[in-house]
Nanobody
Framework: QVQLVESGGGLVQPGGSLRLTCAAP????????MGWYRQAPGKQRELVAD???????NYADSVKGRFLISRDNARATVSLQMSSLKPEDTAVYYC?????????WGRGTQVTVSS
């Protein structure tokens, strides 16, 4: 059983910042494309950002310029730095690891943007 463990969610005011971190097994981290998805109530899960092992990044248009995904190779973690948060960013955020037909998910962490 592959475990992806997220941390860092919470409640933040509009315009604020949060940092999410996902810890992955080393074998997964070194091979898989790592990313973050989110799912708001009543909506489908959507890609927020992902990152290949070679450093190629991909962002949803709605978060470009506000969110930054990064890898810490020493710690085998992937982080999502979220800035200028908006109420519409409120969702459960999931860490994801993909490689060929394999696809793993974390349990999710709640991010709520509200005044």
């Amino acid at each position: 059983q592959v475990q992806l463990v997220e941390s860092g969610g919470g409640l933040v005011q509009p315009g604020g910042s949060l940092r999410l971190t996902c810890a992955a097994p080393r074998s997964i981290f070194n091979t898989y494309r790592m990313g973050w998805y989110r799912q708001a109530p009543g909506k489908q899960r959507e890609l927020v950002a992902d990152l290949t092992t070679t450093g190629y990044t991909n962002y949803a248009d709605s978060v470009k310029g506000r969110f930054l995904i990064s890898r810490d190779n020493a710690r085998a973690t992937v982080s999502l730095q979220m800035s200028s948060l908006k109420p519409e960013d409120t969702a459960v955020y999931y860490c994801n690891a993909q490689h060929m037909v394999a696809n793993y998910w974390g349990r999710g962490t709640q991010v709520t943007v509200s005044s």
